[in-house]
């Protein structure tokens, strides 16, 4: 199997095996801007992400390793901060970091259905459409606010309620 390879490859970028980890993934425009496109409505600034990062290697004890492409934005140097954004050609060392970690904190891009594939508890943030919806019990989604052209703002259960986000079940 490939899992004491890919292992190994997280204990020599500074992964402690005996620490847990928390994966989290904050999609820029970086990666779309390369080809050409970019659908900002699903960008974030990462550094509004940090402050988690450090409260998960400060009050909970774990480690962040962060995943991602080399366009990202650089984030401080902090211990307990693995990032595996800076390398190329990484998927399968990313995609196993997914399946170890505790849990994953994705925003609005291709990493949710991975989280989910893995079964990963994951916390969905800044959401933009139905399809990055949970699909386990151990999910959680955070949608981004929506403003309507009549100032009025939308989260969460007013969006479903009037009717601009919804499931097909």
């Known amino acids: 199997t490939l899992e004491p390879g890919l292992e190994a490859d997280l ?6 095996p005996h620490r ?3 994966v989290f993934h904050c999609k820029e425009e970086g990666y779309y801007a390369r080809e050409g496109r970019n659908p900002g409505i699903r960008n974030v600034d990462p550094l509004r992400y940090y402050e988690v990062m450090k409260h998960v290697i ?4 774990g480690q962040v390793v962060r995943i991602g ?3 990202m934005t650089l984030l401080p140097e902090t211990r307990g901060l693995i990032d595996l954004s800076r390398e190329t050609d990484i998927l399968m060392l990313q995609a196993y970091a997914i399946s170890r970690a ?7 891009s291709g990493v949710l259905p991975l989280a989910a594939a893995f079964q990963t508890p994951m916390i969905a943030a800044d959401i933009t459409n139905a399809a990055a919806l949970p ?8 949608t981004k606010t929506y403003v309507d052209p009549q100032g009025r703002e939308f989260r969460q259960a007013e969006l479903y309620a009037s009717g601009m986000l919804h499931r097909n079940d």
């Open 69 to 71: 492409d080399p366009s």
């Open 11 to 16: 204990k020599a970028r500074d992964v402690d």
């Open 135 to 142: 699909c386990y019990p151990e999910h959680v989604a955070l």
């Open 20 to 22: 847990f980890i928390v």
């Open 58 to 61: 400060e009050a909970q004890g």
């Open 102 to 108: 505790r849990y994953a904190v994705c925003t609005d």
